[in-house]
């Protein structure tokens, strides 16, 4: 994230994920239940998060992006549909984000100018910010739950940028919100320095002319975001964010899903031998 007043290549090899979805394939859907919302702040975007077949729901996320007590405001939430709450016990749901245009860069603990596309926050963190040594958030208290996690429940992100209400010149800056995926309890997703994406979204903060020849400032969501065509440019964000060496992966890639194919029907010859 850029400063804000914080609120609440390859694939891997196969591993636990292809199992336990193989297992929570078996459990049904219910309606979701959200953690607590605030009733001011608007949740009018939704995306249904599915199993690597693409057919089971087990949970959902709501997005919402808009002005909230006078800032700049986007809040989203992950939630497990009843269930699939197990989940969390075999992985860790975080949020990834990355700044992929800026009219009016920042400069990183160093003090160099970033380069967009540029990991928010950068390694080491921004200029006179706490520091930061992961691509997502990892537990982080000095940014007092910017990023806050309840095991089998939900994650949530919230971001303020705290950029000026005015500019003197019109601009934008543009971000990518993804939902990620880890091992339980670890930094990583299989192998070493690689998390997997599961779902993203964009959204941008700026200032525009209007008719009066002034400028009116806006936060908007932009869209959901195909994230098999972002892999490119989230290896330029981490070159340019100090993060060289690290890798994301889809979930699943190809070979997880026949893994996961062929886990699930070994379960259900299991399930007909064992009544």
């Not at 070979?255 to 996961?260: M, V």
Request: glycine residues 10%; charged residues 20%; contains cysteine.
């Amino acid at each position: 994230m850029r400063p804000t007043t914080r609120s609440s290549g390859g694939a891997p090899s196969p591993c636990r994920w292809q199992a336990s979805l193989a297992v929570m394939l078996m459990l049904s859907c219910v309606a979701p239940s959200l953690a607590q919302w605030p009733e001011d702040q608007p949740r009018p975007y939704h995306a249904p998060v599915r199993s690597p077949s693409g057919e089971i729901i087990y949970g959902d996320v709501h997005v919402g992006v808009g002005w909230y007590n006078g800032n700049k405001t986007m809040s989203a939430e992950f939630t497990f549909r009843q269930g699939f709450a197990v989940l969390d016990d075999f992985f860790d749901f975080h949020w990834f984000q990355i700044i992929n245009s800026d009219t009016w860069p920042l400069n990183d603990s160093n003090g160099n100018r970033l380069t967009p596309p540029y990991v928010d926050t950068p390694n080491g963190g921004y200029q006179g910010q706490p520091s930061d040594d992961h691509p997502f958030y990892w537990d982080r208290d000095e940014w007092d739950d910017a990023d806050k996690r309840v095991e089998g429940q939900f994650s949530r992100i919230w971001d303020y940028p705290n950029a000026p209400q005015k500019r003197d010149e019109p601009g934008e800056v543009l971000f990518k919100t993804f939902l990620v995926i880890t091992d339980n309890g670890q930094d990583h997703f299989c192998e070493e320095n690689v998390f997997g994406k599961i779902l993203g979204f964009s959204w941008a903060i700026g200032s525009r002319r209007n008719n009066q020849g002034g400028l009116d400032n806006y936060v908007e969501f932009r869209g959901w975001i195909d994230i098999r065509a972002e892999k490119s440019k989230i290896q330029q964000a981490f070159g340019n964010s100090g993060f060289q060496g690290w890798d994301t992966v889809q979930v699943p890639e190809p070979s997880a899903l026949f893994a996961l194919t062929v886990g699930l029907a070994a379960l259900l010859k299991r399930r007909r031998l064992n009544p």
